[in-house]
């Protein structure tokens, strides 16, 4: 582990001591969003040390053009960047002349932020020793409405405590914002207009190429203790930002403060010519409703969401921290009150990931919305692909494919592939298994089955057209292979026959015929019209079931194992734990040359599969995979601990469920990837939600039937979650010797406990 700062707490995450190498991390950890926007947690101050800025908006990204030694044909043209958006949380602060600045004071004592996620809400404080010998009390608390998505808050406290001080503060806009990892050092934003209106001031900016039109706004007011003040501020005005600044004197003792109101208004809310009047309006009720209104607003919006989301651990304050730590940033990133976002593997916490849309979102988070948001919001993260159908369909005549083949992208903003790595992502076809299997598991989970004959089966039938077209007939084992793919295994490229990549294209196939059957048989209407539309014949769907019947699966007759990919025997075998620990993570001391060689996993790749289609697999089969791949995995993607966690639960291997556990849940706050200054793995923490509710709850739905195999770590006296199923809540609370459920709804469910059938009825607490 690299970091080990952060204070065990069941709701917030807190850091106390201030230690400038912590920055970037904390910047990271710290992290505020509303699923519109969100931001790593910057000093508001000037900052002299190491940080890294980051304000992101949904939705808002750039086209970089893509950047590589040898130009191949299929590379897409761009890769979609983040956009680190301009900057309304900046208040310079200057006590007596001096700015305060907390690599440049004397002494910094007494440093604590906390984020507290049960009210949604971050503060910082501490008691600073300026150079002129004024020692400062500073508070500040921010948050980012969740209520209002386009508005955040920030109160910024001074308190002199050996003298008086002449405090000024100064608030600011700018957009001469640039992003870490650009490729060519291009400009993103062009700004538009800077302007004022009485204390509100905007910056319009719309960004370079993509056009996305947005106003960052701000208005403040000024306090000394909790007296309004009403000043007449100076306003500095430049061709990127804007500023105004407020001089207040105080004596010791006193507090001068500050609340700053500011956010974005952007054109996929609004007519990109009305964004200020939009911020204006925001401005208008946030002001007249106040700081203290708006934070009860926030923590009452909080407090709904823990209602129905939190999963709470009793005798194990770290596990229940790391949980929660999961589930506040996955409802700050994506609510899913808006079908046009979905959510990037590094949310609104770091540029890495573009903030794009990978197969992370079907494979991982869909679980997590469809259990504890109304089911609209997983169906909505399904449409999305529908809406992009178009796009997969040109994706994949882009490399050579025909007649409506649909290669859904790795890496997406807006349905067009946009990742500049060929082997890695982008020959990591499995991708479109992953949307496939997602229209399963929402049908599974939520019995809807329109979304199907509506829109899901066009999806399907791209799918299934792309895996027929992309498999080859092997002469020599007269059967169909997969050439020249990389698996859900990013530390091998370019293999052939991925045991995962075979298995899901012969799923997609079956499961698009069998689905192309059901709506024949009950949803005429919606048949025809979707067969004309994708000109589906008989024949066809005959010619894709010979390639799915026919799929050739690497298997060592000596393991008794299906091989991840032909040719993974010929490896060294050494396992992980006879590699020398100094040598991990391998990504970042062994050359590309060295990883691919070795016979080192990323994450679950044949595991994934056995995940996914777990019912067809016996339980010895699993463990028998399990214990031949495991050892090998080094687990340096952040999707992979919670796979392995899961299955090592239903293994009733409770201490390695729990390490991984542990590790999926902690990934972030413990730092064991060695990248958290980076960004977080929002995706991921999805992950850690079903290595609770299915690794250590067990739950399943079997044929219409919700069903659990409560399990519980030996650290642990106990847990609960709660599911929506079916529009109705389920509670769960597992101890030691038994569980409670109890239902909120208007009609009995019938669930299956270890295998037995057991009856809840709304309102009454039936244990286990
Ligand atoms: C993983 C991919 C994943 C991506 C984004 C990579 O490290 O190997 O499976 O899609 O991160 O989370």
Redesign the pocket.
């Known amino acids: 582990m690299n970091l080990d700062y952060i204070i065990p707490d069941p709701w917030s995450i807190i850091e106390e001591g201030y230690d400038p190498t912590h920055v970037k991390a904390s910047e990271s950890l710290f992290s505020i969003g509303n699923g519109a926007m969100g931001q790593r947690a910057n000093f508001e101050e000037q900052y002299s040390g190491p940080t890294f800025q980051g304000s992101y908006i949904a939705g808002v990204y750039y086209p970089d053009k893509t950047r590589v030694g040898w130009w191949k044909n299929g590379y897409p043209e761009y890769f979609a960047k983040v956009l680190n958006a301009p900057n309304w949380i900046g208040i310079n602060v200057f006590v007596n002349d001096e700015a305060l600045d907390l690599n440049a004071c004397e002494l910094v004592e007494g440093f604590r932020r906390e984020l507290n996620m049960k009210e949604g809400w971050l503060q910082r404080s501490f008691i600073a020793t300026m150079k002129s010998g004024l020692k400062i009390s500073v508070k500040s608390t921010r948050f980012l409405s969740l209520k209002r998505d386009e508005l955040g808050v920030v109160k910024f406290e001074v308190t002199p405590l050996n003298g008086d001080a002449s405090i000024v503060y100064q608030p600011y806009l700018d957009s001469g914002i640039t992003n870490e990892d650009t490729n060519w050092d291009d400009q993103f934003w062009d700004t538009m207009s800077v302007s004022q209106e009485g204390d509100q001031a905007f910056i319009q900016a719309k960004t370079m190429k993509t056009d996305f039109y947005t106003c960052t706004y701000m208005q403040s007011q000024v306090y000394i203790n909790d007296d309004k003040q009403k000043l007449q501020a100076q306003t500095n005005k430049h061709a990127t930002n804007i500023s105004f600044v407020y001089k207040l004197s105080v004596s010791e003792g006193q507090t001068a403060s500050i609340e700053k109101f500011g956010g974005y208004t952007v054109d996929r809310n609004h007519n990109k010519y009305e964004l200020v009047a939009a911020a204006q309006s925001v401005l208008k009720e946030a002001i007249s409703d106040g700081y203290e209104a708006l934070l009860k607003e926030q923590i009452e919006a909080w407090s709904q969401i823990w209602d129905m989301a939190d999963i709470s651990i009793a005798g194990d304050v770290k596990a229940q921290q790391g949980i929660r730590f999961n589930i506040f940033h996955l409802n700050q990133t994506y609510l899913g009150t808006d079908a046009r976002l979905n959510i990037g593997?590094?949310g609104f916490t770091g540029e890495k990931?573009g903030g794009s849309t990978?197969?992370?979102t079907e494979?991982y988070c869909i679980p997590f919305y469809m259990a504890t948001k109304d089911q609209s919001v997983a169906r909505s993260l399904l449409e999305y692909r529908y809406n992009h159908l178009q796009k997969a369909i040109e994706n994949a005549e882009k490399l050579g494919f025909k007649n409506g083949a649909a290669l859904y992208p790795?890496?997406t903003m807006n349905g067009e592939e946009c990742h500049n790595e060929w082997e890695?992502?982008f020959e990591?076809i499995h991708?479109n298994g992953a949307i496939a299997f997602a229209i399963f598991n929402y049908h599974r989970y939520t019995g809807d089955y329109s979304y199907i004959p509506e829109k899901g089966l066009e999806v399907l039938i791209g799918i299934a057209r792309f895996w027929h077209q992309r498999a080859t007939f092997s002469t020599d084992k007269n059967q169909y292979v997969i050439l020249g793919v990389t698996g859900?295994?990013?530390y091998e490229n370019n293999v052939n026959n991925n045991w995962y990549t075979n298995y899901i294209a012969k799923w997609c196939i079956s499961y698009a015929v069998e689905n192309i059957n059901k709506v024949q048989e009950a949803y005429s209407t919606d048949y025809t019209r979707v067969m004309h539309k994708a000109k589906l014949s008989k024949a066809e769907i005959k010619e894709w079931l010979e390639v799915a019947e026919n799929m050739y699966f690497p298997y060592s007759e000596k393991h008794h194992v299906y091989l991840q990919q032909d040719g993974f025997l010929d490896k060294e075998l050494v396992t992980v734990k006879d590699l020398d620990k100094s040598q991990r993570p391998i990504n970042q001391k062994w050359s590309w040359d060295r990883i691919l060689r070795s016979p080192y996993i990323?994450?679950a790749d044949t595991l994934q599969g056995f995940y996914f289609f777990e019912d067809q697999f016996s339980t010895e089969d699993l463990a028998r995979h399990f214990d031949f791949y495991e050892p090998f995995t080094v687990h340096?993607?952040?999707?992979?601990p919670c796979v392995h966690s899961i299955q090592a639960a239903k293994l009733d291997r409770m201490d390695q469920a729990y390490t991984f556990y542990l590790r999926t849940s902690r990934l972030d706050l413990d730092d064991y990837n060695h990248e958290v200054h980076e960004g977080l793995?929002i995706?991921?923490m999805a992950g850690t939600w079903m290595s609770i509710v299915e690794g250590f709850g067990g739950m399943r739905v079997k044929n219409d039937t919700l069903s659990f195999e409560p399990k519980i770590p030996e650290q642990w006296e106990g847990y609960s979650f709660k599911v929506n199923f079916r529009h109705q809540i389920l509670k769960v609370n597992a101890s030691k010797g038994h569980t409670h459920f109890e239902l909120e709804g208007d009609h009995d469910l019938e669930i299956l406990v270890n295998g037995k059938p057991v009856t809840i009825t709304p309102n009454k607490l039936v244990t286990v």
């Open positions: 593997p590094k990931y990978y197969w992370d494979a790795m890496v890695i992502t990591e991708r859900p295994n990013e990323k994450q340096e993607s952040s999707l992979s793995h995706t991921s």
